[in-house]
């Protein structure tokens, strides 16, 4: 039938087999009042998009279309929508719905909310499941589609929508700014994003990593000094220093933990955005009580932060290492692999979707 009655899709039949992507037609759910369709034009390739279609977060519904980070104009838009016009170029991110009624919403915290709909392998109401960014169009509620600023290229706007997102919220919570010192562990495809934002906030910016020939990047990104984590005692000179330390990496299941708390300053936090597919190593609790310091998580941002975050991004000019791959089976093949094994610096954007989708 094709546009606005199906969309087409490079889909994964099932997760033994995720690297075998096939386009298909796929019907979007039922058209509503604050609804925008956008015809997508790029879409960030996701660590999640891994984890999902290999496994290793669990079971997920088949076939699935995965890609949450879409830019894309919006070509239709519900007669309530007053936040987008036809012709906008406009990102979609990871969650693609919510109540927007509870009190989690209204305190600008909706993407806890406990009816929210990710941008993929989630229900609908009506049953109908998400599907994501590596297809010609999707579907989404306004309050989750964002204007993008003139600033920001359409393949560098395009991993902000997840991976941007998810360093920003927790660093804008914590108050990182001037005269704070930030650590990022991990200087990959979310650790590179949160060297940049902490930068751009004016803190005082360190990278961690187990990796000593990725120094030049980090310092490129905002550094001011590259801590490496292969040595045994490497944690002690840093004792009681870092207000805020920012997990990106997802090998979290093989860190001493005790380790990088110690580092942390009085009442410090160490907060998780990487999310391994194992669980955490055990220790003691005694770990947070030399310095007082926690632990956290969080999961992407508001629509609050995403604009700040957007907007900060126009005004500083910030600059994320993105390499694109043109979409297709074998493209999404090749840019889902180099996630897998940590060959991409430091994210992809699948382009070139009207040769992809011509009909549309």
């Given at each position: 039938?094709?546009?606005?009655?199906?969309?087409?899709?490079?889909?994964?039949?099932?997760?033994?087999?995720?690297?075998?992507?096939?386009?298909?037609?796929?019907?979007?759910?039922?058209?509503?009042?604050?609804?925008?369709?956008?015809?997508?034009?790029?879409?960030?390739?996701?660590?999640?998009?891994?984890?999902?279609?290999?496994?290793?977060?669990?079971?997920?519904?088949?076939?699935?279309?995965?890609?949450?980070?879409?830019?894309?104009?919006?070509?239709?838009?519900?007669?309530?929508?007053?936040?987008?016009k036809v012709?906008?170029?406009?990102?979609?991110?990871?969650?693609?719905?919510?109540?927007?009624?509870?009190?989690?919403?209204?305190?600008?915290?909706?993407?806890?909310?406990?009816?929210?709909?990710d941008t993929?392998?989630?229900?609908?109401?009506?049953?109908?499941?998400?599907?994501?960014?590596?297809?010609?169009?999707?579907?989404?509620?306004?309050?989750?589609?964002?204007?993008?600023?003139?600033?920001?290229?359409?393949?560098?706007?395009?991993?902000?929508?997840?991976?941007?997102?998810?360093?920003?919220?927790?660093?804008?919570?914590?108050?990182?700014?001037?005269?704070?010192?930030?650590?990022?562990?991990?200087?990959?495809?979310?650790?590179?994003?949160?060297?940049?934002?902490?930068?751009?906030?004016g803190a005082?910016?360190?990278?961690?990593?187990?990796?000593?020939?990725?120094?030049?990047?980090?310092?490129?990104?905002?550094?001011?000094?590259?801590?490496?984590?292969?040595?045994?005692?490497?944690?002690?000179?840093?004792?009681?220093?870092?207000?805020?330390?920012?997990?990106?990496?997802?090998?979290?299941?093989?860190?001493?933990?005790?380790?990088?708390?110690?580092?942390?300053?009085?009442?410090?936090?160490?907060?998780?955005?990487?999310?391994?597919?194992?669980?955490?190593?055990?220790?003691?609790?005694?770990?947070?009580?030399?310095?007082?310091?926690?632990?956290?998580?969080?999961?992407?941002?508001?629509?609050?932060?995403?604009?700040?975050?957007?907007?900060?991004?126009?005004?500083?000019?910030?600059?994320?290492?993105?390499?694109?791959?043109?979409?297709?089976?074998?493209?999404?093949?090749?840019?889902?692999?180099?996630?897998?094994?940590?060959?991409?610096?430091?994210?992809?954007?699948?382009?070139?979707?009207?040769?992809?989708?011509?009909?549309?």
């Amino acid at each position: 039938m094709g546009y606005p009655d199906t969309f087409e899709g490079f889909m994964v039949e099932s997760q033994e087999d995720w690297k075998n992507f096939q386009k298909k037609d796929f019907k979007p759910k039922p058209f509503e009042d604050r609804d925008i369709d956008v015809q997508i034009d790029a879409c960030g390739v996701c660590g999640s998009d891994v984890h999902t279609i290999d496994g290793g977060w669990g079971d997920a519904p088949m076939p699935l279309c995965v890609g949450h980070e879409v830019i894309g104009k919006a070509v239709k838009v519900g007669p309530k929508v007053t936040t987008v016009k036809v012709g906008d170029r406009v990102g979609v991110g990871a969650q693609i719905q919510a109540c927007l009624e509870c009190n989690i919403c209204k305190s600008d915290n909706e993407n806890y909310c406990p009816h929210k709909v990710d941008t993929y392998g989630s229900p609908y109401s009506d049953g109908t499941i998400s599907q994501g960014g590596y297809s010609s169009h999707i579907r989404a509620h306004e309050y989750f589609t964002f204007k993008i600023p003139d600033a920001i290229p359409t393949h560098e706007a395009a991993p902000m929508m997840c991976a941007g997102i998810t360093t920003f919220s927790p660093m804008h919570r914590a108050g990182v700014g001037p005269g704070k010192k930030v650590a990022v562990v991990g200087v990959g495809g979310l650790g590179h994003y949160a060297l940049l934002w902490a930068s751009a906030m004016g803190a005082e910016v360190y990278a961690v990593s187990h990796s000593p020939d990725k120094e030049a990047t980090a310092r490129e990104l905002g550094a001011k000094e590259f801590i490496v984590t292969k040595d045994k005692d490497w944690h002690k000179p840093w004792a009681f220093t870092f207000n805020f330390m920012l997990n990106t990496a997802d090998a979290t299941d093989k860190f001493d933990i005790p380790a990088y708390l110690s580092t942390l300053a009085v009442n410090g936090e160490f907060h998780h955005v990487g999310l391994p597919d194992n669980p955490l190593p055990s220790f003691k609790a005694q770990a947070f009580t030399p310095n007082g310091c926690k632990m956290g998580g969080s999961h992407i941002g508001s629509r609050t932060e995403m604009i700040k975050m957007l907007d900060l991004a126009a005004e500083k000019k910030v600059k994320p290492m993105i390499e694109t791959i043109s979409i297709s089976p074998e493209g999404c093949a090749e840019a889902v692999t180099g996630v897998k094994t940590n060959k991409v610096r430091y994210r992809y954007t699948l382009v070139d979707y009207d040769k992809a989708f011509p009909n549309r």
